[in-house]
């Protein structure tokens, strides 16, 4: 079978056909995709302001503006009503924060539900992580119910309970009965061979709900 | 070699992680669970079969010189499209398969097949071999994960599955790994010293 020659033309000439034709089909693909993925993002994210913080109405968060600590993400906080954005009987159940910490392989970013005196953690989720398969990643992994052969013969129990253990046990905790002792959180159970994982998650939600307290709560209304 | 030994060569006689020692980090690296096992082994099959039909349709074309960079621009692009892909119309699935992905891209395997198979043969050839080595190396993936998950963890795909077992946590991590994937090896090699041994009498 013959192939081309190894000219230097040949080489240069071929090596740039299939990159432009690589970078072509990427950014065909990409503007196919990119508002789809935009969307899906946009749900996600909702739908995590809602997993934190269940008492409120799902059109009842209302994005209000940047918190320049470094465990922001992109410093967003949300305030979370129990009734829709129109309903002028409103009241305000709690605040939605999104932060972020750097984790072991990734920056892991975490959705803050807290009350409204940002003195309870209500509830967390975390909405990005590449932590490690098996070790890291299980923060968001959800107990198994019954065992292997429970689920083979198809006797499965749903109870419902599908949130990740990990991240379930932040809710209702106050912000100041999380204490570190050494290296090792005092008030949750860490993620086994992952303590960085753990710790990354942790120390985001409480440091955002602090400076959130401090810097924003706190701040003359008006200054905000 | 007839079609169907192209396809089989792949799974056990040339398997490309226990006999060709290729793909090694990322089969350690998620073979901690069995989801994560069948997710990865899935996602680089698919890959494995699309690099190696588009550098057999290619091969004619590119010089010898710069098919490297070529296969490797080739790889790069297919799984990026295929991440978009996912992200915009299988959320689900790209968030379960995750960061490995883009992995694949550095996945020896893929590179290997096309140096060595995909840029000398067909295009149907081609297909079937990169199902081949494939599923070969998601089953290598999913016996040690199988091992594993099931020894580190007493689970089975999340599933619990003797009752009261405490598991060996050290399965799940690198070490564990290491043992478990040179203890596999020596068998494998052994298998075959064996079988030669058999096949010269």
Request: glycine share 10%; hydrophobic share 45%; charged share 20%.
């Amino acid at each position: 079978m013959s192939k081309r020659e190894d000219t230097f033309q040949s080489m240069i000439v071929v090596l740039a056909v299939i990159c432009a034709a690589a970078g072509l089909g990427l950014s065909a693909t990409y503007l196919a995709t990119s508002e789809r993925i935009a969307a899906q993002l946009l749900q996600e994210r909702m739908a995590a302001l809602r997993t934190v913080l269940p008492e409120a109405h799902p059109d009842g968060f209302s994005e209000v503006g940047a918190s320049k600590s470094a465990f922001a993400v992109n410093g967003r906080y949300y305030e979370a009503y129990d009734k829709p954005l129109t309903d002028s009987s409103r009241k305000l159940v709690g605040y939605a924060l999104e932060a972020q910490g750097s984790g072991y392989s990734s920056m892991i970013a975490v959705t803050v539900g807290t009350d409204p005196r940002a003195d309870v953690v209500k509830g967390i989720k975390i909405t990005f992580q590449q932590e490690t398969p098996g070790l890291g990643t299980n923060c968001e992994a959800v107990k198994a119910e019954g065992t292997l052969w429970d689920a083979l013969l198809g006797k499965t129990k749903k109870t419902g309970q599908s949130a990740p253990w990990f991240q379930a046990q932040f809710r209702e905790k106050r912000s100041d009965s999380f204490v570190k002792v050494g290296n090792k959180y005092q008030n949750i159970d860490g993620l086994t061979g992952a303590t960085i994982t753990t710790n990354a998650v942790a120390d985001a939600v409480v440091a955002a709900v602090n400076h959130f307290k401090e810097e924003i709560l706190k701040a003359p209304a008006g200054s905000r | 070699m007839s079609k169907w030994a192209t396809f089989r060569d792949g799974l056990f006689k040339n398997n490309p992680v226990f006999v060709v020692n290729l793909g090694l980090c990322p089969t350690l690296a998620t073979s901690t669970s069995l989801r994560d096992a069948v997710g990865m082994g899935l996602a680089a099959t698919f890959v494995t079969v699309g690099s190696n039909v588009i550098v057999s349709a290619i091969r004619r074309a590119v010089p010898n010189r710069v098919r490297i960079p070529c296969y490797v621009v080739v790889i790069a692009t297919f799984v990026t499209i295929v991440e978009l892909f996912l992200g915009a119309y299988q959320p689900d699935l790209y968030k379960a398969l995750g960061i490995f992905l883009p992995l694949i891209v550095v996945n020896c395997i893929v590179l290997y097949r096309a140096e060595v198979y995909a840029s000398k043969n067909g295009v149907l050839s081609s297909l079937l071999d990169g199902f081949g080595m494939g599923f070969g190396f998601t089953l290598a993936v999913l016996l040690l994960g199988f091992i594993r998950e099931g020894l580190g963890k007493g689970t089975l795909m999340g599933y619990p599955v003797i009752p009261g077992f405490d598991p060996v946590g050290i399965m799940v991590l690198p070490p564990g790994g290491f043992l478990t994937m040179g203890l596999l090896l020596a068998f494998f090699s052994w298998r075959r010293l064996k079988s030669k041994e058999g096949k010269s009498r």
